[in-house]
């Protein structure tokens, strides 16, 4: 399968399953609370790094581009309107770039959309212990860590985009092209990608440590989220939430 065609197909689940929601207003209602929720989450385990100027751009940018709860609606569009001509636009990697976006965007919809059910099966306040009671309704302990390799995937695209000779000037370049072949969104993904990136692996052995403290944190809490008693997982994700900014 090449690129154009896995980037449709990923973008046709994600509409797909968007359309749905659009049918049933409490089941949208549902999925924004659980993506609300774990982007908090997140600011909460990386509070730390949150704080910190030397990693928080790269911080900043996982949270905005992979884990925000934002309407990614017009970036769809775009990649499932232009499939087809990335490869004319864009060098290779650039393209294998996009095709790890668009994957992770995929499992990350069907993840949150299953969420997104057992959190109105379950009912109740929107809280720590109901999304733990949904996390495991849900299950899919092979499909969380297939997400977490596809986030550790992207950091690790960019981070080789950054070290290709050439190839920011050549973004820069490429801007207008790309605003008029209608790819401004995934323009704006790599660009920003890039500079982010690019600054935090000008610091030597940052952009491996930055993902590998993203790889065992969001491991350990997968493991807990499954095996842990229920009880404490809500009360230390209720701490986590708390320590977001």
């Keep these: 399968m090449d690129a154009a065609e896995t980037i449709r197909n990923c973008i046709a689940d994600v509409t797909a399953l968007r359309l749905l929601r659009q049918s ?13 929720l774990q ?7 990386y509070a730390d790094l ?37 490869q004319a636009v864009f060098p290779k990697p650039v393209v ?20 997104g059910h057992a959190w109105l099966s379950l009912g109740g306040t929107p809280d720590a212990a109901r999304y733990v009671a949904a996390w495991r309704t849900v299950g899919e302990r092979h499909a969380r860590h297939e997400q977490l390799d596809s986030v550790l995937t992207i950091g690790k695209d960019l981070t080789r985009l950054t070290r290709m000779p050439g190839l920011r000037t050549m973004l820069r370049m490429m801007r207008k092209p790309a605003q008029a072949a209608g790819l401004g969104a995934l323009q704006h993904f790599l660009e920003t990608g890039f500079d982010t990136f690019g600054a935090l692996a000008r610091q030597r052995g940052a952009v491996e440590r930055f993902l590998s ?29 708390g320590q977001a900014r």
Excluded: N, W
């Design 24 to 36: 049933d207003p409490a089941l949208a209602q549902a999925v924004l609370e659980v993506k609300q």
């Design 39 to 45: 982007s908090r989450r997140f600011m909460g385990t």
């Design 50 to 86: 949150m704080a910190d100027p030397m990693v928080e751009p790269a911080t900043r940018f996982f949270l905005d581009e992979l884990y925000s709860p934002g309407d990614f609606t017009a970036r769809d569009d775009q990649f499932g309107r232009i499939a087809g001509t990335l």
């Design 96 to 115: 294998q770039t996009a095709v790890s976006l668009g994957v992770l965007h995929a499992q990350t919809e069907q993840l949150d959309q299953a969420m």
């Design 213 to 241: 403290t993203v790889h065992e944190r969001e491991a350990q809490l997968m493991q807990a989220m499954f095996e842990a008693p229920a009880v404490a997982c809500a009360t230390e994700l209720t701490h986590t939430l």
